[in-house]
């Protein structure tokens, strides 16, 4: 079966500790994108790569990294900078960010911090 | 800039009542609309879509017609289930990127 999956599905961390979120696609997409999901605050876009080895900051950037070493793959690390990183965390992609297409989202990682 | 409005919840329904959730939109030029669905603890899932003014999007019961000139795309659906309880996201893109522009959701309950 072809999908996106997020591990781990719940994380918990201390403060000052850096933390990465994983996300894998199989469905051979191009473009893959991480979201921040607050509650009464529907989705912001962190980060999203059009390609491997590129990627591009979204609107919160600030507090957080990403790779894009294989097109599979687009890990998201929460820094220590992060000032309130406690969220529901989606991992979506799409076959290209060329043109627009329908986004498909990973079941999710809710990280705490403790 | 681009931005999506859509009606606040919750809303809480009783099984077989119909539904409208409103959503209205900001975008320049001509972007394609999404309805997302996000049930407790799982990730949204693509509901319907209309890439241009006048289409409709349908799937299982759902409907949402592309009005250009009044820039929404209300959600409806005319006899709801206890199954249909989740959070139903409004979204936009637009060719730049692919980059999606998100409601806030908006939280349906439905009571047998």
């Known amino acids: 079966d072809g999908g996106i999956t997020q591990s781990p599905k719940y994380l918990f961390r201390k403060e000052g500790q850096n933390v990465t979120l994983s996300c894998e696609q199989n469905l051979n997409h191009d473009a893959m994108y991480w979201y921040r999901q607050d509650p009464g605050q529907g989705l912001r876009l962190i980060y999203y790569?059009?390609?491997?080895?590129?990627?591009q900051k979204g609107d919160i950037a600030e507090g957080y990294s990403v790779s894009r070493e294989k097109k599979e793959s687009f890990p998201l690390t929460v820094t220590s900078a992060q000032k309130n990183p406690t969220a529901f965390y989606l991992c979506?992609?799409?076959?290209?960010?060329?043109?627009?297409?329908?986004?498909?989202f990973g079941p999710g990682t809710r990280l705490t911090v403790l | 800039g681009n931005s999506v409005t859509q009606m606040e919840g919750p809303v809480t329904l009783s099984e077989e009542a119909f539904l409208t959730i409103n959503c209205t939109y900001t975008?320049?030029?001509?972007?394609?609309l999404f309805w997302y669905v996000q049930y407790p603890g799982e990730g949204l899932q693509l509901l319907l879509k209309?890439?241009?003014?006048?289409d409709k999007g349908s799937n299982k019961g759902f409907e949402a017609t592309y009005r250009k000139e009044t820039t929404s795309f209300h959600l409806e659906k005319g006899s709801v289930q206890v199954s249909d309880s989740a959070v139903y996201f409004c979204?936009?893109?637009?060719?730049?990127?692919?980059?999606?522009?998100f409601g806030t959701g908006t939280s349906l309950t439905v009571i047998p």
């Open positions: 209309a890439t241009k003014a006048d």
């Open positions: 979506a992609s799409s076959i290209s960010s060329g043109r627009i297409d329908t986004q498909y």
């Open positions: 790569s059009q390609i491997v080895n590129d990627f």
């Open positions: 979204a936009l893109s637009q060719n730049t990127g692919n980059q999606f522009y």
């Open positions: 975008a320049t030029g001509y972007p394609s």
